[in-house]
């Protein structure tokens, strides 16, 4: 199955990948390899998730928001790739998560994320991963997420 036909079994619609909101790019590429900018949990372009894990939000709300910023990632790598089967893997996935000092629950919260990759990309979404928690975050967001990936001519 291609990544798109995974969706659509998934029941999911992929977003528009989100623009950037700042001074840089979503996403560049050099020879074989796409990297993203950090996506946020952009849904129908108003940010889904905000606070701090572990004081606002629970596991399961990170779990969720990691899962949307993933999505929005996925969308693009489709916009760098024209179509995810030209994506032969996804290297890394870098999490951040903006929580309390003391919620230690992060790998649990970006598995979000990684979950979403495995299940669309299948063999070739098997990735290494950074998982960080942070007290401050760009727009209160409470997880971003960035990719590192593969790309075939």
Request: glycine share 10%.
């Amino acid at each position: 199955m291609t990544p798109e036909e995974r969706l659509a079994a998934l029941g999911i619609e992929l977003p528009e990948a989100p623009p950037a909101v700042g001074s840089y790019v979503p996403w560049a590429r050099t020879v074989n390899l796409v990297v993203t900018s950090f996506q946020l949990p952009w849904q129908a372009g108003e940010l889904a998730y905000s606070g701090k894990l572990g004081a606002e939000l629970k596991t399961d709300e990170g779990y969720e928001a990691a899962r949307l910023c993933a999505l929005n990632g996925i969308a693009q790598l489709k916009d760098a790739a024209s179509e995810l089967s030209r994506i032969s893997r996804i290297v890394r996935v870098e999490g951040h998560v903006g929580c309390d000092p003391a919620f230690t629950e992060i790998p649990q919260v970006l598995n979000g994320a990684s979950d979403i990759v495995n299940e669309v990309f299948g063999e070739r979404g098997r990735h290494t991963r950074t998982a960080l928690g942070h007290m401050v975050m760009p727009l209160d967001a409470a997880v971003m997420i960035g990719f590192w990936a593969e790309i075939e001519d």
